[in-house]
């Protein structure tokens, strides 16, 4: 049970909480973990504001921390004896949930832990629920993490 356990990141906060709880469902069920990032809106907010000033390296920039979210959370993962394997998603194609849902199919997971912002109101309508969008299209079991800030509303 639960040996695949797929892990979309973005370096937030909210999705490294999703990381240490799949972290804990991997140790309890021999697991093994599948850390994935795609190059997309939250990488190119990451880019821009560390080089606003060279336009030109934002691409070469959200590589670089797309590889360094997928480091960070596979040195995490193994310090606590979990193994694990990233996969850094380089375009510009699709929807973060459609990408995640395809990762699901392709190496196949039996999970996805993804953290969510547990996001209300106007902030849900407004910025959208990605956690919703995974959970609609995922064609195996969804674990949501609610962030710190959601967790305590």
Do not use: C
Not at 26 to 52: C, E, N, P, Q, V
Not at 80 to 102: C, P, Y
Request: net charge neutral; glycine share 12%.
């Amino acid at each position: 049970m639960y040996q695949n356990i797929l892990v979309p990141l973005d370096g937030s906060e909210t999705s490294l909480r999703g990381l240490e709880e799949a972290i804990k469902l991997a140790g309890l069920t021999k697991g093994r973990l599948r850390l994935f990032h795609s190059i997309g809106d939250m990488s190119m907010a990451h880019a821009m504001d560390a080089y606003d000033s060279h336009q030109g390296r934002w691409v070469e920039a959200m590589r670089e921390y797309g590889a360094k979210v997928l480091k960070d959370g596979k040195d995490k993962a193994q310090s606590a004896g979990v193994e694990a394997e990233s996969v850094l998603h380089d375009g510009f194609s699709g929807k973060m949930a459609e990408l995640v849902a395809a990762q699901a199919s392709v190496w196949p997971a039996d999970v996805i832990v993804l953290g969510t912002h547990g996001r209300k109101g106007v902030g849900r309508m407004l910025l959208g629920s990605g956690a919703e969008a995974v959970l609609r299209l995922a064609p195996v079991p969804v674990l949501l993490v609610r962030g710190a800030a959601a967790a305590g509303a």
